[in-house]
Nanobody, 124 residues
Framework: QVQLVESGGGLVQAGDSLRLSCAAS????????MGWFRQAPGKEREFVAA????????RYADFVKGRFTVSRVNYETTVYLQMNNLEPEDTAVYYC?????????????????WGQGTEVTVSS
């Protein structure tokens, strides 16, 4: 069993930056692919970014446009999402997820564990 706890969300202005963190429990963290998803009010959950087990592979949603960077520190059992140049459209609850697959995973159904989410609000 893996527990995921997100942090780092908040209220910021357009153009600002935030770094989200996802702390994982469990001994198998370094073997899992990790991902970030988000859900805006009234919308479905969507893929944001993912990283494979050792950080050598990453994938991003098109709307990221080079603004976000996903990374992980396995000995800290933590994955990060650095978000720069935030836009009001980035307002959402951001979720961290873990998949018992070593390669990069972009589809939500392939993830096995989910955090509770951290809220990001970007004002214009």
């Amino acid at each position: 069993q893996v527990q995921l706890v997100e942090s780092g969300g908040g209220l910021v202005q357009a153009g600002d930056s935030l770094r989200l963190s996802c702390a994982a429990s469990g001994r198998s963290f370094s073997t899992y692919s990790m991902g970030w998803f988000r859900q805006a009010p009234g919308k479905e959950r969507e893929f944001v970014a993912a990283i494979n087990w050792n950080g050598s592979g990453t994938r991003y949603a098109d709307f990221v446009k080079g603004r976000f960077t996903v990374s992980r520190v396995n000995y800290e059992t933590t994955v990060y999402l650095q978000m720069n140049n935030l836009e009001p459209e980035d307002t959402a609850v951001y979720y961290c997820a873990a998949a018992k697959i070593s390669s990069v995973v972009v589809r939500a159904p392939q993830y096995d564990y989910w955090g509770q989410g951290t809220e990001v609000t970007v004002s214009s």
